[in-house]
């Protein structure tokens, strides 16, 4: 027997924590709630391109979209604007001042062995010091303190000027060199030496790997982002140092004076300050791009100290990049430009799963084949796409006819049609199901003056079998004039006339394939679209209702089928306006012309000499409106029914199965029609 393969863990093998990544267990991209709203603004007149990134920007139900996240960044950089001020190491220093000034106080006040001249000149030199923090620094500097608490609060502040100018240019200092010894500080010269050495042969072009390579050997420990070349360690250092400097932009005038007196007391060595001009010069030469010349407005309750301020900006840059590329308005913006690991580290990780997310999302539509560019660049929704959109909105359309008229869920059975619920006795030849209820209880009926015979069960024979009836389905061809005047738009009627129209397409494409559905638009003049044509039309601002130019292509549409059943199917909410010309040239007039009424009444009239099953949709509350549709209606034995914007659909699609019914109601025929519904909408419920 063949071995099993080892499938034990290997050493190096260990489980840890989600690293961000993306996750192998995620369910693959929903795109169906995407396409039903990119659908809709395609729709309402917006191009496919502009409809997914709208959805993008807004996000799903359980998903968050760009201007979420957006919102997030600007809440962040609100906070620290309004939560910081710059004055953090000015107070600190003010307070270790006071602090030493008051310890020493206390020992002259208690050193009863001090020579009473000594101790007065020494309260002399505490009372006349200066009020600017920097100056009294340097007014103390060669003062002989008595107070051992008082020298180490004094060295406290040179240590902490020197960490803190230090924690400004390589994050982390400060609390590095906390308690530093000599020999720390020394380290921390040499490298600056060598870190400008550096830079300077950089500047030169006579630098190398290998000189990179040895500082690192030498100075790494300082540097946790570990830079991998010159060009990695110039990027971190130059986008904390800009940062420092925009810190530096915006304090006042006097803040800037107080630090820049303050500084040269910092590790008590003037050559620091001198080390880090030299490295702030290098970075300006060799990092131009970066932004040396903004600032902030920082007036909130919580100092910052140097360094941290220097962070604090250095997190606003990062907030400000993150809003641009959420935007996703410049040239080439694209998502996949989002920085997730800035994302992250800004608003959690949380947000950084949720902008991969849109990312899988936006591919997935590219790729899907739901969307695809066309010859002039443009992007366009495919049939695919159409396809998944009118399922949505014949299942909404479904919903709505199940929950007014109680229509049940019923499968068809049988190659002849729909099932009538009757039944006949089967004959040669018929391939309708067998009603076994029926045919049994006519078997046991004939033996029942049998009596009991052992071991017999129930026998038929064939004059037992009874089959169920069907009805004989009927070929239908349609045609639905969708009304494109100007007052379509302008009443918001557009969007639930191609709802309709796409629901109605999908329905009698996917259930009723003999059927053949033609889509006439008519405005000013008519004109015979396919359903991505109609979906994709423009708001149509032409005034003109030509039902004249429309009723004849409906009528050469009939005239091609002469065997099946017509069904015209009107949408409107205007009187007709303009007709055709025998010349083909468009004639309006508003009021409406006698003989564009004598005209349109007379193509109406062709269609019910065809057989037409007629039905006007009435959109609106127009009396005139209302008077001359149902006088069409009347000449034409059709009906007319007046839906909202939202029920056009159901009223459409109702009439249309109504018709194939041979009801004609708009809303099919009642309850006797379950069973075509049923069948009807069972694949989209």
Do not use: C
């Not at 995620?26 to 391109?49: F, H, K, N, R, Y």
């Not at 010159?230 to 986008?239: N, V, Y």
């Not at 069960?457 to 009304?483: M, N, S």
């Not at 007629?614 to 034995?637: I, S």
């Amino acid at each position: 027997m063949a071995s099993r393969p080892n499938r034990r863990l290997s050493r190096d093998s260990r489980y840890g924590k989600y690293d961000g990544g993306p996750d192998p267990l995620a369910p693959p991209a929903d795109l169906s709630e995407a396409l039903d709203a990119i659908g809709q603004d395609v729709m309402a007149g917006t191009s496919p391109e502009r409809a997914m990134r709208e959805f993008l920007r807004r996000g799903g139900r359980s998903q968050r979209g760009l201007d979420d996240l957006a919102r997030l960044v600007a809440e962040k950089r609100r906070e620290l604007t309004s939560k910081n001020n710059l004055d953090g190491t000015l107070q600190e220093i003010k307070q270790l001042l006071d602090e030493a000034v008051l310890a020493e106080r206390g020992q002259l006040a208690r050193d009863t062995a001090m020579d009473d001249g000594d101790r007065a000149l020494a309260e002399l030199q505490l009372d006349s010091l200066p009020a600017s923090p920097a100056a009294a620094v340097s007014e103390l500097n060669g003062y002989d303190w008595k107070s051992p608490t008082a020298r180490q609060k004094y060295e406290q502040i040179k240590d902490l000027l020197g960490r803190e100018m230090l924690d400004q240019r390589f994050a982390g200092m400060k609390q590095a060199l906390e308690n530093a010894s000599d020999d720390d500080r020394a380290a921390v010269a040499q490298m600056m030496q060598d870190l400008n050495e550096l830079l300077d042969a950089h500047r030169r072009g006579e630098d190398s790997q290998e000189q990179f390579d040895e500082f690192m050997a030498k100075h790494g420990d300082q540097f946790p982002s570990n830079p991998q070349n010159i060009d990695e360690l110039l990027d971190d250092l130059a986008s904390r140092a800009a940062a420092a400097q925009r810190m530096r932009n915006s304090m006042t005038q006097e803040q800037r004076d107080e630090l820049d007196a303050l500084a040269e007391q910092a590790f008590g060595s003037p050559a620091l300050m001198g080390a880090l001009s030299q490295l702030d010069e290098n970075l300006r030469a060799l990092r131009p791009g970066e932004d040396w010349g903004g600032s902030e407005g920082m007036d909130g309750e919580q100092g910052l100290g140097l360094g941290d301020g220097t962070g604090v900006f250095q997190d606003i840059a990062d907030l400000d990049a993150l809003a641009d590329q959420l935007a996703q308005v410049g040239p080439g913006s694209e998502l996949d430009d989002l920085d997730l690991d800035a994302l992250a580290q800004q608003l959690g990780d949380q947000a950084a799963v949720d902008a991969r997310t849109l990312q899988q999302l936006e591919k997935a539509l590219r790729n899907s084949g739901a969307m695809q560019r066309g010859t002039d660049g443009q992007l366009r929704l495919t049939p695919k796409a159409m396809r998944q959109l009118g399922k949505s909105l014949l299942k909404d359309v479904a919903e709505r006819m199940s929950g007014r008229q109680g229509a049940r869920d019923l499968r068809r059975a049988g190659a002849a049609g729909d099932r009538s619920g009757s039944t006949r006795p089967w004959e040669f030849g018929d391939t309708e199901p067998w009603d076994v209820t029926r045919s049994i209880t006519n078997a046991l009926t004939r033996t029942a003056g049998d009596g009991p015979r052992t071991g017999a069960g129930v026998r038929l024979q064939i004059e037992d079998v009874e089959v169920q009836e069907t009805e004989a389905r009927t070929q239908a061809v349609v045609a639905l004039l969708v009304d494109t005047s100007f007052s379509m738009a302008m009443e918001d009627r557009w969007v639930p006339m191609k709802r309709t129209a796409l629901a109605l397409h999908t329905l009698i494409s996917t259930r009723f394939r003999g059927d053949d559905l033609q889509l006439i638009a008519f405005g000013r003049e008519a004109e015979v679209m396919d359903v991505e044509q109609l979906v994709g039309l423009d708001a149509m601002w032409d005034k003109g209702t030509n039902l004249h130019h429309a009723l004849l292509l409906a009528n050469r549409h009939f005239r091609k089928h002469p065997n099946a059943q017509p069904v015209l199917l009107i949408v409107t909410d205007g009187e007709p306006t303009s007709h055709l010309e025998p010349n083909g040239q468009v004639y309006f007039s508003y009021p409406p012309d006698p003989v564009t009424i004598a005209l349109s009444v007379r193509e109406l009239e062709n269609a019910h000499r065809l057989g037409a099953k007629t039905t006007f949709f009435r959109l609106g509350d127009d009396p005139g409106l209302a008077r001359f549709v149902d006088g069409m209606a009347r000449r034409v034995e059709g009906t007319v029914t007046a839906p909202e914007n939202d029920d056009l659909g159901v009223a459409v699609v109702g009439s249309y199965l109504g018709a194939r019914r041979g009801s004609g109601s708009a809303f099919g025929g009642g309850p006797g029609d379950d069973g075509l519904w049923g069948s009807a909408f069972t694949r989209f419920r």
